[in-house]
């Protein structure tokens, strides 16, 4: 299996390193807009084949897939291109500048009959993924509350500048990843209702927000995200559960410890994640699940079936951080089918 890569950012280099891992996998071009990164990028994991303007590494094509890495403004000029192309997809999250931008994104890929993939990859985080195992096998029963909860004070801007930058930030960029994770465990979301606040005052967009959802299923969970949150012990970059179902209690608290609590008795499990070879803490259990997520979707592409992250699932989480936003501004709770 042959892919391509656009974007060779900050991020993309941790996709590089988990694609070398996967086995009957090659990265045989690169794609950056800035030369320095291109060339930077293409030394160090050794790709001959780079270029500077993504339309002409797609015409002259021998890859299956596309890896799209670029920040959020290029998505769908890159997704309608590949489109074009017939090739497979993956493309960062947020999915999109718009819901419309989302669908009409989808809608090409589907109308090729080629996978289409949202890099979504919180959800495969090892920790995360073994409670999301945990719930769906019933071991605390039918869940009626959760709490999905990411606040830190680290400096997320030094590394990512834009996001400093943008109108939206932090549901944008952080709570889409635990919204998604809430719709893993819980399922579907009806309603949602949110509160946003800027407390940097360095920055443009919101760094707090606080939704509350009412999923399809019954549960309703409570999905809180900030980085504007000073505290010891600092858990960055850590997503803390926890989850009262019929059966029992779930929580998996800072230092990717999980408690269970059934009438059987309680159990501690440590779930911190293996550090691999080119990881760094704390981001190591990020970097696991980049390479966990590709191989879901690679394994999707062998085995005819959609990732669990497919664009058409995404558009779900993507809508519900629309829904977020419009519940913040209007004040009142939204249906995200309605958007
Ligand atoms: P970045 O700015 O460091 O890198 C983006 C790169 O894309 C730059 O080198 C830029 O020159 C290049 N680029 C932009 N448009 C291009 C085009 N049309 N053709 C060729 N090259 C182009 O950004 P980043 O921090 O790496 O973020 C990239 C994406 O990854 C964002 O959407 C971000 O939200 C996402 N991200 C995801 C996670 C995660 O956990 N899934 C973590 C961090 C960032």
Known sequence: MKGALVGCGFFAQNQLHAWSEIEGVEIVALCDRDEDRLTQTGEAFG????????????AEGGFDFVDIATTVGTHRPLVELAAQHDLHVICQKPFAPTLRDARAMAQAVEATGKTFAIHENFRWQSALRHVIEEVR????????????????????????????????????DLGIHILDVARALFG????????????????RGEDVATMLLAHSGGASSVVDCSYATQR??????????????????????????????????TTQTELDPPLLSWAERPWHNIQESVLIFQRDFIAALREGRAPETAAADNLKTFALVEAAYLSAREGRTIAPDTL
């Open 137 to 172: 096998s019933g071991v605390i029963g039918t869940p009626f509350f959760g709490r999905v909860s990411f606040r830190s004070g680290y400096d997320v801007f030094s590394g990512q500048p834009y996001l400093a930058e943008g109108e939206r930030f932090i549901i944008e």
């Open 232 to 265: 010891v012990l600092e858990t960055f970059p850590e997503t803390l559960l926890e989850i009262d179902g019929t059966g029992g209690t779930l929580t998996l608290d800072a230092g990717y410890r999980l408690r269970v609590h059934t009438a059987e008795g």
């Open 188 to 203: 579907d979301v009806d309603r949602i209702t949110a509160t946003t606040r800027r407390i940097n005052p360095a920055i």
């Open 47 to 58: 790709i001959a084949r780079r270029y500077t303007d993504a339309a002409q590494m797609l």
